[in-house]
């Protein structure tokens, strides 16, 4: 492995430890290095906190060897005052030479201006290492920014017979078709995503909570569809356990292209990522509208012969894992 791929891959390696809590900020990684050894790094802080190349200058106990030092980031370094001052100017006032960057950074803020400001100041800057991974990593910030809408999580569980709900219910719960691990992770899944979002119907049937109880993190901002306001605060959502937004007409308009609408409120919201876990009417209009990036779909070992078929859509397989008696695919849409 090359040098530079070597120490990129590290930043990345640390950066994921921001997972769910830099929001809107992205969660990047910075290494330094001095003489082939590491000697500070550092991950995005939990937003309002410091940017990761504050905390691995900072982590620096030599601030003489950052004369002669290399730093590594995955994304390029601000230059704009938001909730810290910018980082280029931390970095050209440590006299560090050289920075090598794994991808530019799209915010209207920054795109390139970080580069050139390093730049004028003498810095030896090097852009693109391990570009497509670096931008992987980055998909949720770079998606809002490009896009101008959040990173899409589609995710359902469906039995062997790919229903995703039984015809009648007796009560107003979840109808189980994943074991508890597979529960656990999806409460995983929630402390990595800004948001979390369901239609009317799943409220009126499930009763969902939408929090994190069998993991440990934040919880997601709940989002529901609600568009005439029918929805009592007796539903869990409206518990004091997270923040909710509820969509209505007030909103958005429903008359056609409705999750492009939501996802343009979203946008204004200022929200990146999002979980969209709504029955089969729900997934199939961000499918059908071409809006979403992933889709997360557990199959149970159960089967309802009849009843709500699960949404159908054409995305690449890009992982199968099993969790005891539940498999998972993960699917991107390309």
């Known amino acids: ?23 809107p900020n992205p969660m990047v990684g910075c290494v330094i290095v001095f003489n082939n050894d590491i000697i500070g790094e550092g991950f995005t802080s939990p ?24 730093l590594y980031v995955t994304l390029e370094p601000c230059s704009h005052f938001g909730k810290t001052p910018p980082c280029s100017d931390l970095i050209i006032k440590h006299q560090i ?7 530019t950074d799209t915010f209207s803020q920054v795109a390139g201006k970080g580069i050139e400001k390093l730049k004028t100041s003498g810095c030896n800057v090097t852009v693109g290492v391990l570009e497509n991974e670096c931008k992987e ?31 009648t219910r007796n009560e107003q719960k979840p109808v189980w078709i994943t074991n508890e691990q597979s529960r656990q992770l999806v ?7 800004q948001a979390i979002f369901v239609g009317t119907k799943t409220i009126l049937e499930d009763n969902p909570s939408l929090t994190v109880r069998d993991w440990t993190g934040k919880n997601p901002i709940r989002v529901v569809l609600d568009r005439t306001n029918r929805l009592s605060k007796d539903f869990q959502v409206f518990n004091e356990e997270a923040k909710t937004l509820v969509i209505s007409e007030n909103e958005i308009n429903f008359s056609k292209n409705i999750a492009a609408h939501f996802c343009s409120y979203l946008h204004k919201k200022n929200i990146q990522s999002i ?17 979403w990036d992933e889709a997360r779909v557990f199959t149970g070992k159960s ?32």
């Open 137 to 167: 990593h980055h998909k949720r910030f770079l998606t809002f920014h490009n896009k101008k809408r959040p990173y899409i999580i589609l995710k359902w569980a469906e039995t062997q017979d790919e229903f995703i709900a039984p015809e």
């Open 187 to 193: 409460h995983k899944w929630r402390t990595e995503e």
């Open 97 to 103: 030479p050289n920075v090598v960057i794994g991808t």
């Open 47 to 70: 937003y309002g906190g410091n940017h990761a190349e504050v905390n691995a200058i900072e982590a620096v106990k030599d601030k003489s060897l950052l004369k002669e030092a290399t």
């Open 1 to 23: 492995m090359k040098i530079h791929e070597k120490y990129i891959t590290r930043c990345i390696e640390i950066a994921k430890n921001g997972l769910g809590t830099t929001a």
């Open 303 to 334: 089967t309802f012969n009849q009843g709500v078929k699960a949404p159908v859509f054409k995305g690449k397989q890009i992982q199968e894992s099993s969790i005891l008696d539940d498999i998972l695919k993960i699917y991107s849409n390309q």
């Open 275 to 291: 979980i969209i876990e709504g029955g089969r009417q729900t997934l199939q209009t961000f499918i059908d509208e071409n809006l």
